[in-house]
């Protein structure tokens, strides 16, 4: 999206000291990391038209090398093999990674790993967590053809073996690193007809993928899986057999908020190059001055895009901190921080003229990624209905990871605990 010259470090500067759980050493850790990222996009530039199975291995070189120089795991637990720092050091990676391309949000982090960090059996993670630390990437099988709202409504099933275990079958659609992943994160119907998780490695047999192209985030594949008769080892499933919908709301929780800072990344990249390019039309004598609606595009962007960081660094404080409004805050603020990066996204286009809406430009590339950004990870409408619901229920009713405050006194009590 950028030139190596841009650089993320400029909106965060102002919101670094203000960000709780942050050390002095962490502030120098991102302009190091922005640094390494930079060089890696240096030496692996990518260009409009490249072949999908190109840009993947792209990306696939871009985080192993990462990983290499230690900044894939800087925000995964020591516990996990990481390097430890807070969690918060991952949505302000993300933020750099929307900055530079949105198509790089996988390049650091466990990502939907996570579930396997803290869910997996001893032998899993074992197997598991040493791979994705060095780069491998977990794919996270959920959506299936009657929607992905509907998880109650998990068609996958597993059916028992003589051999002690199961056989997965059913078809899951609109999968992210479809060709790339090395494990995929399967929901499904166990036998006792309970929503249960668990890993196939990408390699076993009974897999079959159909590919289909995005319109954007096209930097991995993306398409359907098709499970015919997989087998699943008991060790393979994440937590307790009927435990899906829990590990489901849990992960989101902490996973919206990372997809929503990268997406304010996206756009205020856009925001700098629409500056620069009305700064550099000025100054080249095209336009006398710039006029109003400009300024107040470009001044009103700024504002919003600020505004919905901060409330995706409260979102996932209060989902490391496993606060009973985590699950409330991912759904309202992934949908809300993704909608104003869309919609600031959109003016500020708007005001390169034609220049904005080429076929390489990173303008519209941007653009294709925060619509995809739309869609990705819960579709908005159903956030929204999701938080709308916690907050006009009441008494028993109240969902259980999204019980409600009663007064103003335990709101400020939670959010400053």
């Not at 190109?54 to 900044?71: C, M, N, P, V």
């Not at 637990?77 to 918060?88: F, L, Q």
């Not at 466990?110 to 040493?130: E, K, N, V």
């Not at 985590?326 to 220049?355: N, P, Q, R, Y």
Request: overall charge positive; proline content about 6%.
């Amino acid at each position: 999206m950028t030139s190596a010259a841009a650089s993320a470090a400029r909106w965060l500067e102002p919101l670094l000291p203000g960000v709780p759980g942050l050390t002095d050493l962490d502030a120098p850790r991102l302009h190091r990391f922005e640094e390494a990222l930079a060089g890696q996009l240096t030496a692996h530039p990518a260009g409009p038209g490249v072949e999908s199975r190109l840009r993947s291995q792209r990306l696939a070189r871009i985080r192993r090398e990462l990983a290499a120089a230690g900044h894939l795991a800087l925000a995964v637990p020591a516990r996990d093999g990481g390097a430890g720092c807070p969690a918060v050091v991952q949505a302000l990676m993300q933020f750099i990674y929307g900055y530079h391309d949105a198509d790089l949000r996988d390049a650091t982090g466990l990502g939907h790993g996570r579930l396997i960090a803290r869910h997996a059996s001893p032998p899993a993670r074992d197997r598991w967590l040493p791979r994705l630390l060095a780069g491998d990437l977990p794919g996270i099988a959920i959506t299936e053809p009657h929607g992905g709202s509907q998880v109650h409504a998990t068609a996958t099933a597993a059916t028992p073996h003589r051999d002690g275990r199961w056989r997965l079958s059913g078809t899951k659609t609109w999968i992210s690193r479809l060709e790339e992943a090395a494990v995929f994160i399967v929901f499904f119907t166990d036998p006792a007809g309970r929503l249960t998780v668990g890993l196939v490695d990408a390699a076993a047999g009974g897999l079959d993928r159909r590919a289909v192209r995005p319109s954007g985030l096209a930097g991995w594949s993306w398409g359907e899986l098709r499970l015919h008769e997989v087998p699943l080892h008991p060790r393979d499933v994440l937590g307790r057999p009927g435990q899906g919908m829990e590990l489901l709301r849990e992960h989101f929780a902490h996973y919206r908020p990372l997809v929503a800072a990268t997406a304010l990344g996206a756009a205020a990249a856009v925001s700098d190059h629409v500056a620069a390019h009305l700064c550099a039309r000025r100054s080249a004598g095209l336009i006398a001055d710039l006029r109003d609606n400009a300024l107040i595009t470009v001044g009103r962007s700024y504002a919003q895009i600020n505004a919905a960081l901060l409330a995706v660094l409260t979102a996932q404080r209060l989902s490391e901190a496993g606060d009973q409004l985590a699950a409330l805050w991912g759904c309202a603020i992934k949908a809300h921080a993704v909608d104003a990066a869309h919609a600031a996204a959109s003016e500020l286009a708007l005001l390169t003229g034609a220049a904005g809406f080429t076929a390489g430009s990173p303008l519209a590339k941007a653009l294709g990624d925060l619509s995809a950004l739309l869609y990705a990870d819960g579709i908005h409408d159903s956030l929204y209905r999701a938080a709308g619901r916690a907050l006009t229920a009441t008494g028993p009713a109240v969902p259980a990871m999204i019980p409600l405050p009663r007064t103003s006194r335990e709101v400020h009590n939670r959010l400053h605990a």
